[in-house]
Nanobody, 126 residues
């Protein structure tokens, strides 16, 4: 069983940057697909980015392409989400999720992931 702990959230002004981290423990990190999702107040949890266990190339949601970059460090059992040009609409709780059996067509579906972190709040405001 995998435990996930996110960090790096906070308050930032529009146009600013943050880097989120998600540290994993308790499992074979290399065998897991890991993803970032976010959930704004009153809204559903939505896909942000993912990196599969079998391919180091990240997938990003259209809404964050060119601004966010996900990366993975298997030696540290950690994934990162570098966020730049942040806007108020990026305000949300950001969650890290992992699963060892995700197929490509299910990458963006939160209900397909078995393991979740507690989330970290990102607030973009003046």
């Amino acid at each position: 069983q995998v435990q996930l702990v996110e960090s790096g959230g906070g308050l930032v002004q529009p146009g600013g940057s943050l880097r989120l981290s998600c540290a994993a423990s308790g499992g074979n990190f290399r065998s897991y697909t890991v993803a970032w999702f976010r959930q704004a107040p009153g809204k559903e949890r939505v896909f942000v980015a993912a990196i599969r266990a079998t391919n180091s190339n990240p997938y990003h949601a259209d809404s964050v392409k060119g601004r966010f970059t996900m990366s993975r460090d298997n030696a540290r059992s950690t994934v990162y989400l570098q966020m730049t040009s942040l806007q108020p609409e990026d305000t949300a709780v950001y969650y890290c999720a992992a699963d060892s059996r995700i197929i490509l067509s299910s990458l963006k579906q939160p209900d397909q992931y078995d393991y979740w972190g507690q989330g970290t709040q990102v607030t973009v405001s003046l």
